[in-house]
């Protein structure tokens, strides 16, 4: 603004004293650098104690080459009229492999699962990939070859085990010699033998996995760090074949890493399923299949909206996912999942269904109280700083700490001390630790923090496993329906219909939630007919 005089007064200015420049309309410029520059300069600010940061790129390119070489071979004799017997085995091979998966493999990508030990399998979304260990497990069973199933959750696996594929019932699964793991169990199982590299446990695991095929399910979820260890498993231990099977558009590792795309990016083998298969009796779910897979959400639904197919709730979206779901008939229920982006929705959404439910009388009982556990999902860097914890939560070491001096055991979180020191409580024992003490190289993740959430279970409950316990063979991120819900016992039914009864006390009844909404990581990997 300006006096009188015409000078400026520095009253409502840009300055004080001079007359203000006006500022330049804003443009919108390029960034200036080539696609690649900032991929190598973040690879130049790479500390050298991290080690080689292109060792994965380089390894996969290495891979390529010699598989190339192998294909190329492959090729040439399949492609002579004269060698008669290897044409015939071939295309029985592919044939067989072709309509038990999917009949848009080409040749060229016959030759790469012959040749690799490690082949990437991109599959979109209802390509069959699910279908890809039953098809497996004839065809190897019938050669006598082990096959063995990898997933990155406990859920996963009791589906691999529980035959989901839907072409295999669990006993004939069992008779084709077909395994199935946790990665973190497979890992611990032969990890520290494969890297001794000779001796009696070296021997044992090796005899363990000869003869064999791993087949890792849901790839893109796979870290840095267990794609690593996998790959060196495979190649200390000799291991025939090691594939990745999963959708680099899907979910990512929760750990640092999208190995699963950069291995494909830097040239590995891959064999892409492209035919949506699930969906190729809808052309309207076909559509909506395909944009998604191109990256057009939007426009995918949309499409779905254009045909009535989508209800928009507005803010009040979660009390009316739970009332169009209990709005279904019991059997449509049964095939209708729903999805939420968000830990609150879920607890919102889990307690209006289970009020309906109660409403209806499909529940029973007046039920029993329970304080359950609820990971904070923190990471191991913040574990190491008072700022994290709160007063109320639980610290859980899943083995002695003893740079920190804890053993094993859950610790009642009492206080955060100014000087960053956390006071625990465990059987009327008081004890004080420095987060900053733990070491963060430890190869295992030890801690466990939790905030402790109260429920009410009643009979009839569908409830949801928040972590395993291998002795009674519960696995973490199943489901399981209440039975009886009495105050000194629950009884429950687990997903392959065995019961259990669980006393007062039992550590698993601090492990488990409502079981009606789903998070994007409960629900990698599903098929539902229903989505809400």
Not at 124 to 136: D, E, N, P, R
Not at 147 to 169: E, H, P, Y
Not at 399 to 416: H, K, N, P, S, T
Request: hydrophobic share 40%; proline share 2%.
């Amino acid at each position: 603004s300006k006096d009188s005089s015409g000078k400026a007064s520095g009253k409502g200015g840009d300055s004080i004293g001079t007359a203000a420049t006006p500022h330049p309309a804003a443009v919108q410029t390029d960034l200036q650098f080539q696609v690649g520059e900032l991929e190598r300069a973040l690879y130049a600010k790479v500390v050298k104690k991290c080690g080689n940061p292109n060792h994965w790129e380089e390894w996969a390119a290495d891979i390529a080459k010699i598989a190339k070489t192998h294909i190329s071979r492959i090729t040439q004799i399949v492609g002579n009229p004269a060698n008669t017997k290897e044409c015939e085995a071939f295309k029985s091979f592919a044939s067989e492999l072709r309509d038990d998966l999917n009949d848009s493999i080409t040749d060229a990508e016959m030759g790469s699962i012959v040749t690799d030990r490690f082949l990437n399998i991109q599959g979109v979304a209802g390509a069959g990939k699910s279908t890809l260990l039953g098809a497996l497990g004839k065809v190897l069973g019938a050669e006598g070859v082990k096959l063995i199933g990898l997933a990155f959750q406990n859920k996963m696996v009791a589906d691999l085990r529980g035959g989901a594929s839907g072409t295999m019932s669990v006993e004939q699964m069992k008779e084709a010699g077909i395994e199935a793991w946790t990665i973190a169990g497979f890992i611990n199982k032969h990890g520290s033998a494969a890297a001794q590299g000779s001796g009696e446990r070296f021997a044992t695991s090796k005899a363990a996995l000869s003869n064999t095929v791993i087949i890792t399910d849901e790839s893109s979820m796979v870290s840095s760090r267990d794609m690593l260890r996998l790959t060196a498993i495979a190649e200390q231990l000799g291991v025939a074949k090691a594939p990745f099977m999963g959708d680099r558009q899907q979910l990512s590792a929760i750990e640092q890493g999208k190995m699963f795309a950069v291995s494909q990016a830097a040239g590995q083998a891959t064999v892409r399923m492209d035919e949506n298969i699930r969906q190729r009796n809808s052309p309207l779910l076909l559509a909506v299949a395909g944009l998604s897979n191109e990256g057009h959400a939007s426009l995918a639904l949309d499409l779905l909206a254009a045909h009535g197919r989508v209800i928009e709730a507005g803010q009040n979206h979660v009390a009316r996912a739970a009332e169009l779901w209990l709005s279904l008939s019991p059997e449509k229920r049964g095939a209708t999942a729903i999805f939420t982006a968000g830990r609150d929705d879920r607890t919102q959404i889990n307690s209006l269904v289970q009020q309906g439910l109660l409403q209806e009388g499909a529940l029973r009982g007046e039920g029993i109280a329970l304080t359950t556990l609820q990971s904070a999902n923190v990471s191991r860097e913040e574990l190491r700083f008072s700022s994290t914890y709160r007063r109320g939560q639980v610290l859980e070491a899943r083995m002695d700490v003893r740079e920190i001096g804890l053993a094993r055991g859950e610790y009642a979180i009492l206080d955060i001390r100014k000087d960053g020191k956390v006071t625990l409580e465990k059987g009327g024992k008081r004890l004080s630790f420095d987060p900053d003490r733990i070491d963060p190289n430890h190869k295992f993740d030890r801690l466990g923090l939790y905030d402790q959430k109260s429920i009410r279970i009643h009979d009839g409950d569908t409830v949801f496993w928040r972590d395993k316990d291998a002795v009674r063979d519960i696995a973490k991120s199943t489901y399981a329906k209440v039975i009886e819900a009495k105050p000194e016992a629950v009884t429950v039914e687990l997903a392959d219909k065995r019961q259990l009864t669980l006393p007062v006390g039992d550590p698993m009844l601090r492990r488990l939630d409502l079981g009606y909404a789903l998070n994007a990581h409960m629900a990698q990997g599903l098929t539902s007919d229903r989505g809400i």
